[in-house]
């Protein structure tokens, strides 16, 4: 199984930044798509960015220019620098790999336990 990690969130001012970490474990034996979703209070989860192994990314319309996903394959950890942080940011951000495990033939979805970012107006 693959257990992933988050740290990072916490309280910020508008306009502030946080970078969120999230490190994945166990049997892994390879990583395709690494990336995050938020879901806020009483709204739908939604995808906020992802990062293929081939180096592309794709963020969300609302967090475009603001937020930067990064990725360390030989750790296998994924980051999203948050900048110019705004009050319809906060949420529970959850950091999420489609990986391949040992023994496995196929890629599965895997999820994190979510980390809380909250920015005050």
């Known amino acids: 199984q693959v257990q992933l990690v988050e740290s990072g969130g916490g309280l910020v001012q508008a306009g502030g930044s946080l970078r969120l970490s999230c490190a994945a474990s166990g049997s892994i034996f390879s990583i395709n798509v690494m990336g995050w979703s938020r879901q806020a209070p009483g709204k739908q989860r939604e995808l906020v960015a992802v990062?293929?192994?081939?180096?592309?990314?794709n963020y969300a319309d609302s967090v475009k220019g603001r937020f930067t996903i990064s990725r360390d394959n030989a750790k296998n950890t994924v980051y999203l620098q948050m900048n110019s942080l705004k009050a319809e940011d906060t949420a529970v951000y959850y950091c999420y790999c489609n990986t391949r495990t040992l023994g496995v033939r196929n890629y599965d979805d895997y999820w994190g336990q979510g980390t809380q970012v909250t920015v005050s107006s």
């Open positions: 990062s293929s192994l081939d180096g592309r990314t």
